[in-house]
Structure formats: structure tokens, C-alpha cells
């Protein structure tokens, strides 16, 4: 079992910027890909960005290619979600994930660990 932690999440004006943290705490997550998911409220969980193992991959939505970055710390187990320009319909509870191969994806049934979540909100 991989226990998976995110952090950062808050309430923010619509144009602010936040940086999400996720620790996963077992050695495993520096092997395999990372991703974030997002599910506001109503609506399905949809995919938001991941990461390869070795940093050199990511994926974005396109809802948010552009004003989110993902990335990536092996030596801590850690993976970020930098978030700029956020709009209210960034409002969401944003879930890490780890994956159970190296190679990043976006499909929610390749991730094997999910933390709880961290809320988002962002007021117009």
C-alpha cells in the first residue's frame, strides 16, 4: 500500500496562483508515473495532468494546458501541481495519484494509490 498525501489546497481569487503538494510515502512513487485529478462538485472525477517516472513526460487537459504545470521531486517522494490564472471553474477537490507503471497516462484506472483530496476554490 502506497499512502498518498496531498496539501495546498485553499480559497483564492479567480486570477491568483496556488502550488499543490503530493507526498506519496513509499519508494515506490519515484518509479512510476504521478498524475492529478480534479471532481467538483456534481461531476465526475476528470483528469488534470501527469508526469512520467524520470520527469520528462507530462500530459495536460486542455482546460488547463498553459496555467497548470506538473512536476516532480524522485528524491522526495514528491510530485507538484503548479496552478496560475485559476478561474472558478477550477474549483474542484484536486486527488493525486500513483500510477502503476513508469510511462504517464491519463486514463484514472492506471493509478493504483489515491490520496483523499485537498479543495480548491476560487471566487470570481
Known amino acids: 500500500q502506497v499512502h498518498v498525501v496531498e496539501s495546498g489546497g485553499g480559497l483564492v481569487q479567480a486570477g491568483d496562483s496556488l502550488r499543490l503538494s503530493c507526498e506519496a510515502f513509499?519508494?515506490?512513487?519515484?518509479?512510476?508515473?504521478m498524475g492529478w485529478f480534479r471532481q467538483a462538485p456534481g461531476k465526475e472525477r476528470e483528469f488534470v495532468a501527469s508526469?512520467?517516472?524520470?520527469?520528462?513526460?507530462?500530459y495536460y487537459s486542455d482546460s488547463v494546458k498553459g496555467r497548470f504545470t506538473i512536476s516532480r521531486d524522485n528524491a522526495k517522494n514528491t510530485v507538484y501541481l503548479r496552478m496560475n490564472d485559476l478561474k472558478p471553474e477550477d474549483t474542484a477537490v484536486y486527488f493525486c495519484?500513483?500510477?502503476?507503471?513508469?510511462?504517464?497516462?491519463?486514463?484514472?484506472?492506471?493509478?493504483?494509490?489515491w490520496g483523499h483530496g485537498t479543495q480548491v476554490t476560487v471566487s470570481s
Open positions: 495519484a500513483v500510477s502503476g507503471a513508469p510511462g504517464t497516462t491519463t486514463n484514472s484506472d492506471d493509478y493504483h494509490y
Open positions: 508526469i512520467s517516472w524520470n520527469n520528462v513526460i507530462t
Open positions: 513509499e519508494r515506490i512513487a519515484s518509479s512510476n508515473a
